[in-house]
């Protein structure tokens, strides 16, 4: 309806939208709340508001205005406690759910829409935030706005908000008209509301299938089918009702449907929000700036300290230019590479605000480089030119470092322009990257400093016209050479025709570069910055990126067999386990370089929860629910800025656990669900995690037939064949996302199941069928303990022990459900008996943050509860079995043994993989690419004396298979990763079985890549054409690459910030090819040392003997010295370049260079999962206060058997 996606072969639409009765809907000003919550992590509430203010109001609104309506829509949506918090993400806390979700409502409402769009607005909210968006939302359609809302499981309370209704059942319509009349309508087709009721949770049970039995199904199916029925021969009856012009027809006032031109605002505000919001942000992301720092502070120093004090002699000479040359391509490739990885990610929130209007391409554009160019644009070069131009004793001249400052800086923007370009190409980081990669191999081919200009094939000489390396590299070569003589040991200098090799313009020559070749340059770097930025540009507005649909995959086996529930384990008695807390509190402690704060998370509670009945933890945001269940999840982990100090105790049975107790009893349902592969289907998703999960002595089928069960027991049967999906693929629904996570963990049948907010995104009727499968896992003898925002009024007397937690984490009342409204009863607060009590709960413990004599009024109401509880005025049952310490170790769950994950991992790894044909394509074309361009620029390697430099520079030009390595491995290692840590946590599989897995399934593409890279690089460039030299540099692509691969692995497995990541990579690998051989001849002896430890020491040290021995050179009559070519066979060449060595030990390193770097990939995984350097640390003495309670308790804890 609201045009946002793209048609295509896959969709079609029938019918039509009509907007004030006409189908055109641009003179319509309209804002859409999509269901993920796209905001950028580093700015706080208040800031998110302010900036969207700025981009969607008018100029005409003043800023004093606009900071006014920020504060109403902050106070509108109950924000004002959370308005200076940072939204924060996974990595770094922020934000709860609910308080994000209501800050992208809080944006749209800002642009003052007539027509606003909201999809899900209250997932993730409390009952009470959820009735105050609503009614915020019902306030401004009585101000004249059409409000169309998609609504999951709205509390009582917000029925009765609701003007009109559309009720659909699996895409047909079974209700469409007034809210008011709806009840009546259902009363007459025989569906009587009974009293007490939640309206929207009868009638979408009403129109709801349960296909949890095949009885109930058919029942279903047949109701809903008299449902829609009943609505079609309604509709004929009623044709105005069917023509649209009924009661869903809402006015929309003429003021408000003026030209959406006429709203927004110009593009030099719109430049200077978008430049003062990312100037904000970047400040705020210190490992991207300190990144970018590290990158040029480490390249400057290194491959200076390889350029160090470069004399005049020839070799000085020639290690000048492979010093320029790395000033001019490496450099630039380094930052090209690290803003394509930065704008894979930023381009998410430009996409979303295009798409509705506020921001324009020019604008995003321009504000992105004025943001930083006094933060990374002119520092980087800057701090780059000081260091390295003074370090390699380029000329020391003012005038001619500024010179080289200024073609660095337009490198820089060259650099950061053509990023734009290739993200705008390819929104995530494979294709993009495969983009940067591919253009620049172009770049370095044509430059002339590898190939000698005048020798490149004639078919693309003309590229080095079009290469901006070819004029960077020429302007800082005629920078540097143009005019100046070096010292030549003969007598005569200058006019001794002996000593030419030593002049400026003689150089300039040999290199096939004109002369007076500055200026002309400078002004081509000038022009291809500007025309990157425009081609970005143009690519941005006509390359939109659309959501796509993902194609459910046809299945011929038959869903409704085995819905019986089947018992595959033995009869034993269920061992309960008694989960108890005794004063348990949580603080965090924040550490920076400037200082040290604490804040109290949890304040001390005493809670008893109990087997066989859903336990819950209820509480608005912010009041640590997600943290309480982390904590006794033991899940918590400190890092070098937080730590928690956990104080009080939790008892298993009387017994306080280990941590390998709880890890392996006990599963986590997560609130968010990046566990899941979205290549997969839900139906596979659920057997690979069968599979993995359920104990060794079940057989293949049994684990299968437990899979089909959990399918039909959490409603999923219809999607079962569909994909999980992402941002780019459509998938299944959220709420259908949210059941597969769910259900993955239930597999498993755990004795402690913590859920948190398993409810969220789920419509009524899957929320109450859940609760029914969590009420009956419960009754089997589990404890579960669950979040939750918003139950549903029935549910409320299913609950068992209930844990009320105010803002703050400060305990309102534990005990038993029943037992609630009779403490509140007692302190004046009497529940209204037709109001749902969790719903009533929540409402008397939230501060109303809307008005203040309200928020005053509610603060103290809150304030007497947290006073007004004790909890020995409820004293908690002790009635558990109290359980040895070797019985409580028994019941854990070992992980799947290595072979048993090894082969189930393969299955699901390969199938996810070749779902994704792009990185597929990616991984073979990344290599395969590169032997293009090597081909069409070397081939025909001749004999002749320009062809020294040309086949030495050929072997060089391997040597970017590294940085291929690493792109391949950032393509798919970060996401894999992820699933992995998410498993590793619940103790399903080994770092040893993950390790080989992702081995197993990359290795081959690269093999397969470096086959057809060898094709190219032996038989069409000119290689000796035997098997021999094919498979020696197959060998050679095949270990550079395997190498760039493991220290992707290791460096993406230190960070998660995978931006530094690529930064510090790109340095060392850069640092790899310089020292390479080839670039420069005279390496200080440290850094030789070091540099045994490159792959690309190796591969130039034994493919440049295998290639070069037994060659003749021949040379032209001018280029004779006394007669004989300067150079004559391949054995002086490798002399002059120190190459002749030992071409087999070469060999044989290289490979051993290979094993040891994918080994310590697999130490540092190790490493960091199981947390090696703590334990050291522990061991040292280190941490001893903190720990010193943990460690007694593991040692009277016997290790899980």
């Not at 649909?549 to 309960?576: C, H, I, L, Q, Y």
């Not at 890092?639 to 009387?654: L, V």
């Not at 609130?671 to 596979?684: F, P, Y």
Request: aromatic residues 10%; proline residues 4%.
């Amino acid at each position: 309806m609201s045009g946002r996606l793209a048609m295509g072969s896959r969709l079609a639409t029938s019918g039509r939208t009509l907007f004030n009765g006409s189908e055109d809907m641009s003179h319509i000003k309209s804002a859409y709340v999509i269901q993920q919550d796209i905001l950028l992590p580093t700015l706080t509430v208040r800031e998110t508001l302010m900036y969207a203010a700025q981009l969607r109001l008018p100029s005409s609104v003043t800023q004093a205005e606009r900071k006014r309506l920020v504060e109403e829509v902050i106070l509108e949506l109950s924000l004002k406690e959370a308005a200076d918090t940072r939204i924060g993400n996974h990595a770094h806390k922020g934000c709860s759910g609910g308080e994000k979700r209501r800050t992208s409502i809080g944006v749209q409402l800002l642009s003052n829409p007539s027509l606003l769009w909201l999809d899900e607005p209250t997932t993730g909210l409390d009952s009470t935030s959820a009735f105050q968006v609503i009614k915020t939302l019902q306030t401004l359609a009585r101000k004249g706005r059409t409000i169309i809302v998609t609504i999951h499981q709205p509390r009582s309370e917000i029925w009765d908000l609701f003007d009109n209704v559309i009720l659909l059942s699996r895409g047909k319509p079974a209700y469409a008209g007034s809210a008011k009349e709806c009840l009546p309508y259902f009363a007459k087709l025989g569906h009587e509301m009974p009293p007490f009721t939640n309206p929207a949770e009868y009638l979408i049970d009403i129109v709801s299938i349960d296909n949890r039995s095949a009885e109930a199904e058919l029942a279903a199916q047949e109701r809903v089918g008299r449902v829609i029925e009943a609505w079609r021969v309604h509709c004929n009856s009623n044709p105005n009702e069917k023509d649209g012009a009924g009661t869903l027809s809402a006015s929309v006032t003429k003021s408000s449907t003026r030209d959406k031109r006429d709203n927004r605002t110009s593009l030099i505000q719109q430049t200077r929000v978008l430049t003062a919001r990312t100037w904000t942000v970047t400040i705020r992301d210190p490992m991207g700036m300190f990144g970018s720092l590290v990158e040029a502070i480490g390249m400057a120093v290194i491959t200076g300290w390889i350029f160090l004090q470069l004399d005049g002699s020839l070799t000085g000479i020639r290690s000048r230019q492979g010093a320029l040359y790395n000033a001019a391509a490496l450099q630039g490739y380094l930052i090209l590479l690290y803003e394509t990885y930065r704008l894979t990610t930023d381009i998410q929130l430009f996409d979303e605000e295009a798409r509705q209007g506020v921001v324009s391409i020019p604008a995003f554009l321009i504000s992105r480089r004025l943001a930083r160019i006094f933060i990374e644009d002119i520092p980087v070069p800057l701090i780059f030119s000081l260091i390295y131009y003074f370090f390699c004793g380029f000329r020391t001249d003012g005038g001619q470092f500024l010179t080289f400052f200024g073609i660095i800086l337009l490198h820089q923007y060259i650099a950061v322009c053509f990023a734009m370009t290739c993200v705008a190409v390819s929104r995530n980081f494979a294709g993009a990257s495969l983009v940067a990669n591919l253009a620049y191999t172009l770049q370095s081919m044509a430059c002339g400093y590898f190939i000698q200009s005048n020798t490149i094939p004639i078919y693309v000489r003309w590229t080095k016209w079009i290469a901006y390396v070819f004029y960077a590299f020429g302007a800082l070569c005629a920078n540097e050479f143009s005019g100046h003589f070096y010292d030549c040991p003969l007598e005569g200098g200058r006019s001794n025709p002996d000593c030419k090799e030593y002049d400026g313009e003689f150089i300039m020559d040999s290199l096939g570069f004109p002369n007076n070749w500055i200026w002309r340059p400078i002004l081509a770097l000038l022009g291809f910055a500007i025309a990157f930025y425009v081609g970005a540009g143009v690519l941005l507005k006509f390359w939109n990126a659309e959501i796509a649909m993902a194609r459910a995959r046809p299945t011929n086996t038959d869903a409704s067999a085995g819905k019986e529930k089947m018992n595959a384990r033995p009869p034993e008695n269920v061992r309960t386990i008694d989960i108890r807390l005794e004063n348990y509190g949580l603080d965090v402690e924040k550490r920076s370089l400037r200082k040290r704060s604490t804040k109290t998370i949890l304040n001390p509670i005493t809670a008893d929860f109990r087997p066989g009945s859903l336990n819950v933890i209820m509480g608005p945001s912010g009041s640590g629910k997600t943290s309480l269940l982390n904590s006794m999840a033991m899940r918590l982990k400190d890092n070098t800025g937080t730590r928690y100090k956990q104080y009080g105790s939790m008892t298993y049975n009387g017994l306080i656990p280990a941590r390998e107790v709880v890890n392996s009893i006990c599963s986590f349902v997560t609130q968010d669900d990046d566990a899941l592969l979205a290549s997969l289907t839900v139906r596979e998703t659920l057997r690979y995690a069968a599979g993995l999960r359920l104990p060794k002595w079940m057989s293949k089928e049994q684990k299968i037939q437990k899979a089909e069960e959990i399918l039909l027991k959490m409603g999923l049967k219809d999607c079962a064949d569909n994909l999980i999906g992402n941002d780019l693929v459509k998938g299944v629904s959220g709420g259908e996302k949210r059941r597969v996570t769910i259900a993955v963990q239930i597999l498993t049948e755990p004795r402690v199941l913590l859920l948190d907010e398993p409810l969220s995104g789920l419509d009524a009727f899957t929320a109450l069928s859940i609760m029914d499968v969590l009420r009956g896992l419960a009754q089997e003898g589990r404890t579960l303990i669950v979040t939750i925002h918003q139950p549903r009024s029935d549910l409320f007397s299913h609950f068992g022990n209930v844990l009320l937690l105010a803002r703050g984490g400060h305990p309102i009342y534990t005990g038993h459900s029943t037992d609630m409204l009779p403490h509140f009863a007692g302190l004046g607060y009497e529940c209204p008996e037709h109001v749902n009590p969790a719903d009533f709960a929540l409402d008397l413990i939230t501060v109303d943050l809307q008005h203040e004599t309200r928020e005053a009024a509610s603060r103290k109401k809150v304030r007497k509860l947290i006073q007004s509880w004790n909890p020995d005025a409820f004293p908690l049952a002790r009635t558990g079995s109290i359980t040895t310490p070797a019985e409580l170790g028994s019941m854990a769950r070992e992980p799947s043994s290595f072979f048993s994950a090894y082969s189930i991992l393969i299955r699901r790894s390969t199938k996810n993989m070749f779902r994704q044909p792009d990185i597929i394509i990616a991984r073979i074309m990344q290599i395969f690419g590169l032997g293009i361009v090597l081909a069409l620029y070397f081939s025909p390697l001749k004999t002749d004396y320009f062809s020294v430099q040309n086949r030495l520079g050929f072997l060089v030009e391997i040597a970017p298979l590294y940085f291929v390595g690493m792109l391949n491995n950032i393509a798919v290692y970060p996401t894999e990763r992820d699933v992995f840590y998410r498993d590793y946590d619940d103790r399903v599989y080994g770092v040893e079985a993950f390790f080989l897995t992702y081995i197993t399934t990359t290795t081959p593409f690269e093999i397969i890549g470096c086959l057809m890279f060898s094709v190219l690089a032996v038989f069409a460039v000119g290689l000796e054409r035997n098997a021999k030299t094919y498979f020696i540099i197959t060998y050679n692509a095949f270990c550079i690459t395997s190498c760039g691969e493991s220290l992707g692995i290791a460096f993406n497995t230190l960070f998660t910030h995978t931006g530094f990541s690529v930064n510090c990579m790109s340095v060392f690998l850069s640092v790899a090819q310089v020292m390479g051989g080839v670039l420069s001849l005279d390496i200080p002896d440290f850094l030789q040392a070091w540099n045994h430890l490159s792959p690309v020491k190796w591969a130039v040290g034994n493919m440049a003997p295998f290639t070069l021995h037994g060659l003749k050179f021949t040379c032209e009559d001018w280029q004779r010295v006394n007669g004989q070519c300067p150079i004559q066979t391949g054995e002086q060449v490798l002399d002059l370049y120190r190459l002749n060595k030992n071409a087999n030990m070469n060999l044989m390193a290289l490979g051993i260079c290979a094993i040891v770097y994918r080994f310590l990939a697999y130490v540092v995984l190790k490493m960091v999962k199981e947390r090696w350097i703590g334990k050291l640390w522990r061991k040292m003495g280190g941490g001893k206060k903190k720990y010193t309670a943990e460690i007694t308790r593991e040692a009277n804890t016997p290790t899980p058997a």
